[in-house]
């Protein structure tokens, strides 16, 4: 892609935005209240807003490979605890998608370095899950199966948070995984049953609010 270009299609895209609202820009320089907190794979292939139909100020977005929710990574940790106690948001999304690399990653013996311990989370995963792996037998829906419990499990990560614990406690704040079918660019609802799992969770991670 042309950088220029670019620049181009920006000055486009705010002559477009201002030929439909002259105080479009404005009203965006206001702040910000997004009631959804996107959680997405940095994969380029997979647009957050655009596939989701969402304008700018609708979503609070935080995308890395392979749309981890990792306990110890700070920078996630700092969107989720911003999007929940600042912004308050109402919804938080775990958003795969089938042919992630960063899962395909996982699922092959290889060293990559500075990936390794990123990707072992998502072996953590299908250790977790490898009865229901290892008993499909085609190496591409187990592939997509990889990709949906691992949507689910960094779902669940999300509902191990203080900030997710007490905002549902208090406000009903609903954690929700989907994926993103590149094949047909449908957006499929894993339907995760949350309070179900809140309470499993809660036996063990209960952070006492
Ligand atoms: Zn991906």
């Known amino acids: 892609m042309d950088l220029k270009k670019i620049f181009e299609n920006n000055k486009n ?3 477009e935005r201002l030929a439909t609202d002259p105080d479009y820009f404005k009203k965006l320089s206001n702040g910000q209240n997004p009631e959804v907190l996107y959680i997405g794979c940095s994969d380029s292939r997979v647009s957050a807003e655009e596939l989701m139909g969402a304008c700018p100020g ?5 995308r890395n490979i392979a749309n981890m929710v990792i306990s110890i990574d700070l920078n996630m940790m700092s969107v989720v605890n911003y999007a929940v ?5 109402k919804h ?4 795969g998608h089938y042919l992630c690399g960063g899962v395909k990653a ?3 013996a290889k060293d990559l370095g500075i990936l390794n311990p990123w990707l072992r989370n998502i072996r953590d995963v299908y250790r ?5 792996l290892n008993a499909i037998t085609d190496e591409t829906l187990r592939y997509n199966r990889l990709v949906e419990l691992n949507v689910e499990e960094q779902s669940y990560n999300l509902l191990k948070t203080a900030a997710v614990q007490k905002a549902h406690l208090e406000r009903d704040l609903r954690v929700h995984g989907w994926v993103f079918n590149m094949h047909n660019g449908e957006l499929i609802d894993l339907k995760i049953d949350m309070d179900k799992k809140l309470k499993e969770i809660m036996e063990i991670y209960d952070l006492g609010n």
């Open 13 to 15: 895209w705010v002559a």
């Open 128 to 132: 977790i899950h490898k009865h229901e």
């Open 106 to 108: 996982a699922m092959e």
């Open 85 to 89: 106690n600042s912004l308050k948001v």
């Open 58 to 62: 609708d979503i609070f977005v935080h």
């Open 92 to 95: 938080i999304v775990v958003c």
